[in-house]
């Protein structure tokens, strides 16, 4: 097996081309399955027989908190990758992920809060998991802040990314708080390896959301990621071509 | 369709939850979109400067 | 290679001879570890002792934020009683995030850092030293000053030994926290504010627990469980953390 595939994402002019070619097949099946999900959510799921239609929430909630949890994972992959091996497009991919989590984890907490005045009767709880979404998203602005405060690329990069991989761990926090903290949060019931204990009906708009966020994030991340990599190249060659495109 | 709307009487939870998720999805749309061309910018500006530009 | 100023030999040698000492035996490959890192320790020390009045600072500033809340919220004592826990953690944390902006500024200016980077010794072990100093000279002051702030809050004598052991168990964990967040910014100009934006979310678990620990201590309760805890966050910081600043110091003298 070859892995000349593996080394040409190291190339910037090659990752710029492909995110470029890639993009449309991340974005339209994303809009698809997302109005799919809605659709189905809105409009073909029964309503709950303990919520009614408030529970309908759960179609831009979940996808939301999975997205934060998701992209910042992605993030610190990407980091270590160029802190440990010096890629340079690693470090790219890193920076184009963090306003995506963020904007995604501010909209699980607002959507949780949502759900939960109604539902569990609080806006909020200091509860584990609500708290450490809360950590999350502030890793996210201080990541994003300490790339904006070090005028260095390479330093940014770098300082960002030891950041990024220090704060991981909050990640498996989030997740498995639930399981460790009795709270007001509900237990896993669609991430359980075992069947999930929700209605077909239900289920299939929710893992179609999932599903439709995910190639979303694909999409943004590509779009980001070309410019990200204009960012870092100095060498006149290639990019000519590209700018006066 | 006025139910649909009433959302069960979880209307104002309901659709602000929605709204802010769909206007996530925008941002992320503009916002990318915005970044992306001013990187192109600042490459042309950068080659122009090395008197590199076509 | 950095924008630091000169390796200042020059001003290494106007300080104390034992910090002469120090980035002497720093440089040489056969000085033991633990050597290194006594001296790069004592020298922290004794450089922070010249100048006493930096070290009062942030003690008088944990007092006055600990005399906010009693004015702005109700002299009670009842009610200060209530709040105790949050109001001496809270300026426990502020605090130790305003004496963190000095951990490596000063060596960084001269070079020092610079020359701890370059000398055969692990860079890991000295930035131990270092946040070890930093506990030293703030939060063992603040696990010792806490009790008289607590008093001043209507909470009774009995609470007082609690009260300095989870504030100084859990200062450590905040000091190494904190090393990370010094590293990464430094040279940064005004980087108080990110300093903390880099710092809270990662030392939240410790106020949590610190927090339950002294409220358990004032109402009189088994704190041993959430003190066991913040000792274990202790651990792990001085495992990981000195780790994670080396190479955040790294990256920021290159």
């Known amino acids: ?245 | 369709m006025s139910q649909f709307l009433e959302m069960g009487g979880y209307a104002a939870f309901v659709w602000p939850a929605y709204a802010v998720t769909l206007g996530a999805i925008v941002l992320n749309i503009v916002w990318a979109r915005r970044a992306l061309a001013r990187s192109r910018e600042e490459a042309r500006r950068r080659l122009a400067m090395r008197g590199e530009g076509a | 290679m950095s924008g630091y100023g000169s390796p200042a030999a020059g001003v290494v040698a106007q300080a104390a001879p034992l910090a002469r000492q120090a980035t002497v035996w720093a440089g040489s490959h056969q000085a033991p570890l633990l050597d290194a890192a006594r001296l790069a320790l004592a020298r922290d020390l004794q450089l922070a002792f010249r100048k006493r009045g930096q070290l009062v600072q942030p003690l008088a500033f944990f007092a006055m934020v600990t005399m906010l809340f009693p004015l702005a919220i109700s002299p009670e004592l009842a009610r200060l009683r209530e709040i105790a826990p949050g109001v001496l953690w809270a300026g426990a944390l502020l605090a130790s995030l305003l004496a963190l902006e000095f951990l490596f500024r000063d060596d960084a200016y001269d070079g020092t850092l610079e020359q701890y980077a370059l000398s055969g010794q692990s860079l890991t072990w000295l930035i131990f030293a270092k946040t070890a100093a930093h506990w030293l000279l703030t939060g063992l002051p603040l696990a010792l000053m806490a009790p008289l702030a607590a008093l001043s809050l209507g909470v009774s004598d009995a609470a007082v030994p609690g009260i300095v052991a989870s504030v100084a168990v859990g200062s450590v964990a905040l000091s190494l926290i904190g090393s990370i967040g010094a590293a990464l910014t430094l040279g940064i100009k005004r980087s108080g504010a990110l300093l903390s934006l880099l710092t809270l979310p990662l030392s939240l678990p410790v106020l949590i627990f610190g927090a339950r620990a002294t409220q358990l201590a004032i109402s009189g309760g088994p704190l041993l469980a959430p003190l066991e805890l913040l000792a274990a966050l202790a651990v792990l910081g001085v495992t990981l953390a000195p780790l994670a600043a080396a190479a955040a110091v790294r990256i920021s003298l290159e």
């Not at chain 1, 440990?84 to 497009?89: D, E, G, N, S, Y």
């Not at chain 1, 694909?218 to 990599?229: H, I, N, S, Y």
Request: positive net charge; charged residues 10%.
């Open chain 1, 1 to 245: 097996m070859t892995w000349t595939w593996f080394h040409r994402l190291g190339s910037p002019p090659y990752v710029y081309a492909l995110a470029a070619r890639l993009t449309p097949w991340f974005g339209w099946p994303a809009a698809l399955l997302i109005i799919g999900g809605l659709w189905g959510g809105l409009v073909l799921a029964p309503p709950d027989y303990q919520q009614g239609d408030g529970f309908r929430i759960i179609y831009v909630h979940a996808p939301s908190a999975w997205m934060s949890l998701m992209v910042y994972t992605t993030m610190a992959v990407a980091a270590a990758v160029g802190l440990i091996w010096r890629i340079k497009v690693a470090h790219a991919v890193a920076a184009s992920c963090a306003p995506i989590g963020a904007s995604f984890t501010f909209a699980a907490l607002v959507t949780g809060a949502l759900w939960g005045e109604p539902m569990w009767g609080t806006y909020w709880e200091w509860d584990p998991r609500l708290t450490s979404e809360l950590i999350l998203l502030f890793l996210y602005l201080g990541y994003m802040g300490l790339r904006a405060g070090l005028e260095d690329t390479q330093r940014a990069d770098r300082a960002s990314a030891v950041l990024a991989v220090v704060g991981v761990v909050n990640v498996p926090i989030i997740h498995y708080s639930v399981t460790w903290w009795n709270s007001l949060h509900q237990a896993p019931s669609v991430m359980r390896l075992a069947k999930p204990t929700m209605a077909a009906s239900m289920l299939v708009p929710l893992l179609l959301m999932l599903l439709g966020f995910t190639l979303f994030f694909g999409a943004v991340l590509l779009v980001r990621l070309r410019g990200e990599v204009l960012n870092r190249e100095r060498s006149a060659s290639w990019i000519r071509e590209i700018v006066n495109a």
